[in-house]
């Protein structure tokens, strides 16, 4: 399904479900759908990461998730 990053971001927010080999997944939910992201601890320097985040705090990991076809459908 292809998303505007606007679409995804706006009004939106991102929960932490999970970590797995030096990454965060995050979901958001779009259109009733939930729909799952990493977020390498290793890109994230010094940044904090919380359970709960504005989703247009996390844009720049959509994009890439979204670049990269690992903004998946969440279990």
Do not use: C, G, H
């Given at each position: 399904?292809?998303?505007?990053?606007?679409?995804i971001v706006k009004g939106n927010k991102a929960h932490f479900s999970f970590?797995?080999?030096g990454n965060m997944f995050y979901t958001v939910t779009v259109n009733g759908t939930k729909w799952m992201f990493p977020v390498s601890l290793e890109d994230i320097a010094g940044a904090s990461l919380?359970?709960?985040?504005?989703?247009?705090?996390?844009m720049r990991y959509i994009r890439q998730a979204l670049e990269d076809k690992t903004f998946?459908?969440?279990a």
């Open positions: 399904m292809e998303f505007k990053i606007k679409d970590y797995r080999s919380f359970a709960e985040m504005k989703a247009i705090t996390l998946v459908k969440a």
